[in-house]
Nanobody, 121 residues
Framework: QVQLVESGGGLVQAGGSLRLSCAAS????????MGWYRQAPGKQRGLVAA???????DYADSLRGRFTISRDNAKNTVYLQMNSLKPEDTAVYYC???????????????WGQGTQVTVSS
């Protein structure tokens, strides 16, 4: 089994910062790209940021400069540093990772359970 567990969400005032973490665990052979998505009420889930195993990053255009994605390959963990938060950043944030399982070497995308981020004005 493979699990992604997110942490670090919560309530913050506008202008504040939060750091999300997502740790992958279980029968993991390797992890490719990892990323963060978010879904606000009544909206579709969309990409926030992604990072390859080599460290190349990509961001939603509207978030570039305020959010920073990073990863620790030794810990199978991806992070999202969110600065200058705005009320419109309020959403459930989901972690995603492309994982090859050990044993059968099957490869697929896994999702975390989501963590709520609420930014008050």
């Amino acid at each position: 089994q493979v699990q992604l567990v997110e942490s670090g969400g919560g309530l913050v005032q506008a202008g504040g910062s939060l750091r999300l973490s997502c740790a992958a665990s279980g029968s993991i052979f390797s992890i490719g790209a990892m990323g963060w998505y978010r879904q606000a009420p009544g909206k579709q889930r969309g990409l926030v940021a992604a990072i390859t195993s080599g460290g190349s990053t990509d961001y939603a255009d509207s978030l570039r400069g305020r959010f920073t994605i990073s990863r620790d390959n030794a810990k199978n963990t991806v992070y999202l540093q969110m600065n200058s938060l705005k009320p419109e950043d309020t959403a459930v944030y989901y972690c995603n990772a492309q994982i090859t399982k050990s044993g059968d070497y099957s490869n697929k995308a896994y999702w975390g359970q989501g963590t709520q981020v609420t930014v008050s004005s």
